[in-house]
């Protein structure tokens, strides 16, 4: 979007050291997996796909997760359910803290472990448990989504980037054993206006960017959205929620204005509970990114 043109002098990076070695030792694991599943945000499914993860893959069976399925409308996952079949893709959406589309998941990663030991068999091998790898951006809810398929909780989850840091195999079943790694993330953001997507969804590291900045390009994308797919987004979403129309202002002014408005002239207060009514959908369901036209 060319709102980014207003924040490229103040980049967003991150890469913190534990993501770096878990990406070195993931590669390493990637030689016994025979399935990844790639978990991405609902909100961001472009923002939050890995450059290099065609390249970690391959040739092995790729199934394609879209997450946090809560966060949008049915009409905007029609959207994305189409264009990504256009693309050749099939996609998996769940809600992984409730459990909503998991079952779909463990059948298709089960579906591609009847193909794998077919293939054994007629090599004369014994059949064995399909491993699945489960990969995504920090935060995405990959470890929500590992204890759904469980069944129970097993490894660590939380709504924060960086929770999980080490790679470690869990048995889902006989048939079923998935590798959780920490959250990865390319080295550089080459692309702003992702990164500040990323810092929206809470899906990077706090440390890694300015609120107030990213507060304001959070309001100029939902502006440019209701200019571009009115019809795709809640009602006035902050006009509901705060009594204060966003439509008639630049994200730097209204997020100053609001602050007035309700929070005392404090303009980080302001930002941080933009972010935090956000994420918990407090605004409605709002997408960050809509299907590319085909």
Known sequence: MSLTNNYKLNLIQWYPGHIAKAEKNLKEQLKLVDVVLEVRDSRI???THHPQIGEWVGSKTRILVLNRLDMITPQVQSL??????????I???????HGQGVTAIAKAAQAAGVELNQRRRDRGMLPRPVRAVVIGFPNVGKSAL???????????SAARPGVTRNLRWVRISDQLELL???????SRLENQAAALKLAICDDIGQASYDNQLVASAFVDFINEIHITANHLLPESPFKLRYELDSSNYTGESYLEALAEHRYNGDVERAARQLFTD???????TIP????PKV
């Open 91 to 97: 996609p998996y959406f769940t809600n992984a803290q």
């Open 80 to 89: 994305w359910t189409n264009w990504f079949k256009s693309q050749g893709e």
């Open 288 to 291: 960050l990114e809509l299907p």
């Open 146 to 156: 590992i204890n759904r398929l469980l069944g129970r909780r097993v490894v660590e």
């Open 45 to 47: 499914p472009l923002a």
């Open 180 to 186: 959780d790694a920490p959250g990865v993330i390319p």
């Open 278 to 284: 956000y994420r918990k959908g407090l605004l409605g």
